[in-house]
């Protein structure tokens, strides 16, 4: 569709070539033609009309309804044929497109989850996951999600996260302790319970009390204990021999005795066996003599 501006000059150079023939004609016919496409002036420069889009020809086509696609550019004779969006794809706008978008994914690996499911005519909408909150958004839909901050031993949480601010933590104040990062606590007042603080509480930990008795026997223990180490230490040196050369000589004589009185042993084994020995040879001799006896007896 060329614009007027094209069909103007086109016609204009028609019109010079009967000029020299007829210039009153030229004249006339000129402000006329003119008059007539100034009344349906098209800029050359001019977009299609706000429900169309232009085509790779130049030509403005009637757009396709939300939800749909083009399938094939109008022409002279027909009109725009458009096609349903399928799979997981959408356009959400009048348009001219041959392809449809494709749906978001809410990755749970970045935190997200589906809000609202894709449709034909809009995209997916996601959300942070319980425990995470948006970092980045794009037409309402998160893209992008982050964990909450967890507040350390000693802290407690100022404002609880949510899906668009993470936690906020803060350190306790003097005094107080928090051992799971969430709230502080005063320490205890060892006093109001008749009692004496042993150790002395930290931002983590609370104060440690015991009773005045108890505290009383726990100062005995050390005292008992070094008194014991020491006499052990007196005892040892006590019994340990004040002269190591004497000692050592006693030492080898007991060694000799030992020597003598296992020589000694083996003597008296020896004897005792040779003894042995003989009772045995004699008790043989007492029975074979017997024998003969007997023997001589039974003859006549």
């Given at each position: 569709m060329k614009c007027a501006g094209e069909t103007f000059i086109s016609s204009f150079i028609k019109m010079k070539h009967y000029k020299d023939t007829f210039n009153c004609s030229f004249i006339i016919i000129f402000l006329f033609s003119f008059t007539l496409f100034s009344l349906n002036f098209k800029p050359?420069?001019?977009a299609c009309a706000r429900a169309e889009y232009e085509t790779g020809d130049e030509e403005c086509c009637p757009m396709c309804a939300p939800g749909n696609r083009?399938?094939?550019?109008?022409?002279?004779?027909?009109s725009t044929t458009c096609v349903p969006c399928m799979g997981a794809t959408f356009l959400d706008a009048p348009n001219g497109l041959k392809e449809c978008f494709i749906c978001m994914i809410c990755d749970p690996g970045v935190g997200l989850r589906v809000r609202t499911a894709c449709t034909r005519t809009s995209d997916t909408v996601c959300e942070p996951l319980p425990g995470f909150y948006c970092t980045e958004q794009h037409r309402g839909s998160c893209i992008q999600a982050k964990k909450h901050t967890k507040c350390r031993p000693g802290e407690f949480i100022q404002h609880m996260g949510s899906e668009k601010s993470d936690t906020v933590c803060e350190a306790c104040s003097s005094g107080f302790y928090s051992p799971l990062g969430i709230n502080c606590t005063r320490w205890?007042?060892?006093s109001v319970r008749d009692e004496v603080q042993q150790r002395e509480g930290s931002a983590v930990e609370d104060v440690q009390c015991v009773s005045k008795a108890s505290r009383h026997r726990y100062s005995i223990i050390p005292a008992a204990a070094s008194a014991l180490i020491l006499l052990l230490l007196l005892i040892i040196l006590f019994i340990k021999p004040k002269?190591?050369?004497k000692s050592h000589k006693n030492h080898r004589e007991v060694n000799r005795g030992d020597k003598r009185d296992c020589g000694l042993s083996e003597a008296v084994q020896e004897t005792v066996s040779s003894s042995a020995h003989t009772e045995s040879s004699v008790v043989r001799l007492n029975f074979f003599r017997k024998g003969n006896r007997e023997t001589r007896s039974a003859q006549p």
């Open positions: 050359c420069s001019s083009v399938y094939r550019d109008c022409t002279e004779y027909t205890t007042d060892c002269n190591p050369e």
